[in-house]
């Protein structure tokens, strides 16, 4: 099981594209997490838009979502035609046609592919291909699904965006590797972690890497500095760069 990053950004960063990963490996579907705005261009930019079985959308905020209707553009005018299943909450389905429809009207009328939507809940497990998915609520301003994956005796864990919460917390203990969101260092923003709070949530979860991503724009370098000096007997803490593969 292998993590590509493709962006680490906040909503309104630049350069280093929305916060975004794709998971892939051997044997497994190639999976992206989250579509931000800023995410089709680099997934175009690589050809890796040609290789993705399915996209699980944490929530819809637009930094984590408003990529699905270019995204959806592109095959259309590419003509894939393998289905392209949208994972996410309840209402995946109903965002994803009215974004469509807003984006370019008729447009779902004409694709040569099948989109298939697939709702997850906290109260039960999913298989996706050779993947095993669970889902936890985060703390945040609408639903987010926080996501972890099982496959070939391994697992990663995605938190989209959000402060830890007791779901989230049971939901990643015990994983391989932890890609979470970090806002700030103390400064509490509602709907965000800060240092101090995913520190207590790894070691209670009992989480040995920690990858972290999705900075405030004003505490950046400051929370690259802080992780980059996190030494902690047992946990290895890693920032996020687009285009670094982690294996797990």
Not at 27 to 45: F, K, N, S
Not at 79 to 105: C, K, M, T
Request: proline share 5%.
């Amino acid at each position: 099981m292998k993590v590509t990053v493709i962006g680490t950004g906040e909503a309104f960063d630049s350069g280093i594209g929305n916060n975004a990963f794709l998971l892939h490996g051997r044997g497994l579907p190639t999976l992206l997490v989250d579509c931000g705005y800023q995410i089709p261009e680099r997934l175009w930019a690589t050809g890796l838009h040609r290789k993705l079985d399915g996209v699980y959308l944490t929530h819809t905020h637009a930094d984590h979502s408003f990529g699905i209707v270019p995204l959806i553009g592109r095959y259309l005018v590419e003509r894939r035609e393998r289905p392209l299943p949208v994972i996410g909450h309840s209402g995946v389905g109903s965002f994803v046609r009215r974004a469509l429809d807003l984006g370019y009207p008729g447009m779902r009328e004409h694709l040569p592919f099948p989109l298939e939507f697939i709702t997850v809940s906290p109260s039960r497990r999913l298989d996706f291909e050779a993947l095993s998915l669970a889902c936890a609520r985060s703390d945040h301003g609408v639903l987010n699904l926080s996501v972890r994956f099982e496959a070939q005796g391994a697992s990663c864990a995605f938190s989209g965006d959000g402060a830890p919460s007791a779901a989230t917390e049971a939901l990643y203990r015990g994983v391989d590797v932890l890609f979470h969101e970090l806002y700030s260092i103390r400064r509490k923003l509602p709907g965000h972690s800060t240092l101090a709070e995913l520190r207590a949530l790894a070691a209670r979860a009992e989480v040995s890497r920690v990858v972290v991503s999705h900075h405030s724009r004003e505490y950046k370098a400051k929370l690259h500095r802080a992780v980059a000096a996190l030494r902690e007997p047992g946990r290895e803490w890693i920032t996020a760069r687009p285009g670094q593969t982690i294996r797990i």
